[in-house]
C-alpha cells in the first residue's frame, strides 16, 4: 500500500460497547447504565449490560486479533470498574482485568493503545455534577495516575479522552447520548473541564513514565452548503470552530477558536487564566476520528445554533445514512496540517469505519463487499495523504467486532467480525481476512 515502514495497524473498541458484565466484581454503575435502563433512551430498550461479554471472552478476542496480524489495539478503560465512585477507593479486580488484557496482547505482539474515557462517566460524579463540574476534571487526573502506575510500563500509547466533542454535544447539548441533558450552548463548560482533565492527566501519565500520549478527537469536514453564499460560509465556519477547532487549539496551540458569535455562556465564568497552560501540555500524538463531513447552511431567524445541518447529496451511504466521502478524509489530514504547521505532532487515525446490516449466509460466511470498498477507499485517501508529507503513523479501523452502538442499541453492525448476539458468537467477515491480507501485503 506504500505506507512507511513502522505504520501500524490496528483495530478499535469501547469497554461500554463490549465489555458486559456491567455489575461482577465491583464495578460501579456509569452514565451509560444509567442512561440505557431509562426507557425511551436506547432504541428497541438495549443496554449494555451483557453486549459482547468480552470482559469473559477477552481470551477468544485476542486471538481474532492475533489472527489479523494486527500491530496495535486500542482500547478504552472502563472508569466505574477502576473507580466505582470515581474517586477514593480503587477496585484492584477492575485494573486486574486490565493487566489480563494487556499481558495477554504483549504476549500475542500486539502492542496497547489504552483510551482513559471512551464517555462511561462513573455515576456518583455525574450525580455531583459531571462535565459541568470543574472538579471531574481533577478526579479524571487521579484516575488516570491510578491506571498508569498499574498499567504504565506494559501499555504503548495513552489516549486521555475519546471524542470530547460528543460528550459535549450529544451527552450534554442535545441530551440524546448520556448523561441526556439538554443544555444547547449551556453546555460549553463541559467542553473546557474535559480539556482540563485532558491537561491534568498529562501531567499525571508522565509522573507515572508513560511513554506516548495523545488525545482523539472525532473530526467533520465543514462544507458550506452554497460556498457562493456569505451565510452558509459563516454557519460552516460557527460548525468548524466548534467541532473541529474548540478540541484541538488549546491542545496545540493554547488558545481557544473564535467563538464569539455563538452565543452560550461567558467563558470567564469557568476558564481560569492558569488553566490553557495546563491544557496545552506537550502531547505525542494526535488521535482523529473520522465518519463523514457535514454540510452546513444558515441557520432559520428561531434556530438556538449559529448552523443548520443539511443533507449531503450525490454519494452513497452507509447503513447509518452517513455519506461515504473518503475523499474529505484526506481533505481532513492536510487540512490539519496546514492548520496547525510545525504545532501538529504525528497522527493516528484512531477511528474509521462503517455500518451495515451484515448477516451470517446459509454457508456460515458474512460477505460484507461494501465495507472492504468502504475501508480500501480510505486507507487510500490516508495514503495519498502520506504521499502528500502529512505524518501520518497508524490506522485503527472500527470496530473489531460488531457492538453496542449506543443509543441506536445492537441494529448498527460495525465490525469486522459477526456476533451473534444471542448466542454471541463471533464468525469473522470477509472484511476481516481483506484486512489481514492488506496487512501482510503492506510488511511485504
Excluded at 486500542?74 to 479486580?93: D, L, Y
Excluded at 459535549?168 to 441533558?181: H, L
Excluded at 465543514?222 to 468548524?240: L, S, V
Excluded at 463487499?369 to 485517501?381: E, Q
Aim: charged content about 20%; proline content about 7%.
Amino acid at each position: 500500500m506504500g505506507f512507511p515502514a513502522g505504520f501500524q495497524w490496528g483495530v478499535a473498541t469501547a469497554a461500554y460497547q463490549i465489555e458486559g458484565a456491567v455489575d461482577e466484581d465491583g464495578r460501579g454503575p456509569s452514565t451509560w447504565d444509567t442512561f440505557a435502563h431509562t426507557p425511551g433512551r436506547v432504541k428497541d430498550g438495549h443496554t449494555g449490560d451483557v453486549a459482547c461479554d468480552h470482559y469473559h471472552r477477552w481470551p477468544e478476542d485476542l486471538e481474532l486479533m492475533a489472527g489479523l496480524g494486527i500491530d496495535s489495539y486500542r482500547f478504552s478503560v472502563a472508569w466505574p470498574r477502576v473507580q466505582p465512585a470515581g474517586s477514593g477507593a480503587v477496585n484492584a479486580k477492575g485494573l486486574d482485568f486490565y493487566e489480563r488484557l494487556v499481558d495477554g496482547l504483549l504476549e500475542r505482539g500486539i502492542s496497547p493503545a489504552a483510551t482513559l474515557y471512551h464517555w462511561d462517566l462513573p455515576q456518583p460524579l455525574e450525580d455531583a455534577g459531571g462535565w459541568m463540574s470543574r472538579d471531574t476534571a481533577y478526579r479524571f487526573a487521579e484516575y488516570a495516575y491510578l491506571v498508569a502506575e498499574r498499567l504504565g510500563d506494559r501499555v504503548d500509547k495513552w489516549i486521555t479522552l475519546n471524542e470530547p466533542v460528543v460528550v459535549m454535544a450529544y451527552g450534554y447539548a442535545f441530551g440524546v447520548y448520556a448523561p441526556g441533558q439538554a443544555l444547547m450552548l449551556d453546555a460549553l463548560p463541559t467542553a473546557h473541564h474535559q480539556l482540563l482533565g485532558h491537561g491534568l492527566a498529562v501531567t499525571a501519565l508522565r509522573a507515572r513514565g508513560a511513554r506516548q500520549i495523545g488525545i482523539t478527537n472525532h473530526y467533520s469536514p465543514a462544507w458550506p452548503a452554497d460556498p457562493a453564499n456569505a451565510a452558509d460560509r459563516a454557519a460552516a465556519a460557527a460548525f468548524d470552530a466548534l467541532m473541529n477547532g474548540l478540541f484541538t487549539d488549546p491542545v496545540l496551540r493554547g488558545a481557544y477558536p473564535d467563538l464569539a458569535g455563538l452565543g452560550g455562556p461567558d467563558p470567564a465564568g469557568f476558564v481560569r487564566d492558569e488553566d490553557l497552560a495546563v491544557i496545552s501540555a506537550p502531547i505525542d500524538f494526535l488521535g482523529v476520528n473520522y465518519y463523514q463531513p457535514t454540510r452546513l447552511a444558515a441557520p432559520p431567524r428561531d434556530g438556538e445554533l449559529p448552523f443548520e445541518m443539511t443533507e449531503i447529496e450525490g454519494h452513497a451511504v452507509t447503513g447509518m445514512g452517513w455519506p461515504i466521502v473518503p475523499a474529505a478524509l484526506g481533505d481532513l489530514l492536510r487540512g490539519l496540517r496546514e492548520r496547525y504547521g510545525d504545532l501538529l505532532p504525528p497522527i493516528y487515525i484512531t477511528e474509521n469505519g462503517c455500518s451495515f446490516p451484515d448477516e451470517v449466509a446459509s454457508d456460515g460466511t458474512v460477505d460484507d463487499a461494501a465495507r472492504i470498498a468502504f475501508l480500501d477507499a480510505h486507507i487510500k485517501a490516508v495514503r495519498d495523504a502520506v504521499d502528500d508529507g502529512v505524518d501520518v503513523r497508524g490506522y485503527y479501523t472500527w470496530s473489531l467486532m460488531d457492538n453496542f452502538e449506543w443509543a441506536e442499541g445492537y441494529g448498527p453492525r460495525f465490525g469486522l467480525v459477526h456476533v451473534d448476539y444471542e448466542t454471541l458468537r463471533r464468525t469473522p467477515k470477509r472484511s476481516y481476512s481483506w484486512y489481514r491480507d492488506l496487512i501482510a501485503a503492506s510488511r511485504a
